[in-house]
């Protein structure tokens, strides 16, 4: 199986497993799948970008401390 392939089968399955999860939405079951799916992507794309991102990933990087944060809103 090449890696596209097996890429639309996870999809395939994820999918699958999804609407078998959900509970019933009546007329609104299709558009609640599809919201659903497609927050998935969103977040899937996100966690994937957000782990390349050196503020996640470097060892010396230190979150900013609160006052210096609201300095910085203050300016905007």
């Known amino acids: ?3 596209k392939e097996a ?6 399955l ?6 078998a999860s959900l509970p019933n939405f009546g007329i ?3 558009t609640v799948v ?3 799916h497609y927050m998935s992507m ?3 794309s996100w966690k994937n970008i957000s782990t390349k991102l050196d503020r996640y990933n470097a060892m010396d990087y230190e979150f900013p401390n609160a ?6 809103l203050n300016q905007i």
């Open 28 to 30: 609104w079951q299709d």
């Open 67 to 72: 006052a210096e944060l609201k300095k910085k």
């Open 34 to 36: 599809n919201w659903v």
């Open 7 to 12: 890429c639309l089968e996870d999809l395939r």
């Open 1 to 3: 199986m090449s890696l």
């Open 42 to 44: 969103v977040l899937t």
């Open 14 to 19: 994820h999918n699958e497993d999804l609407k």
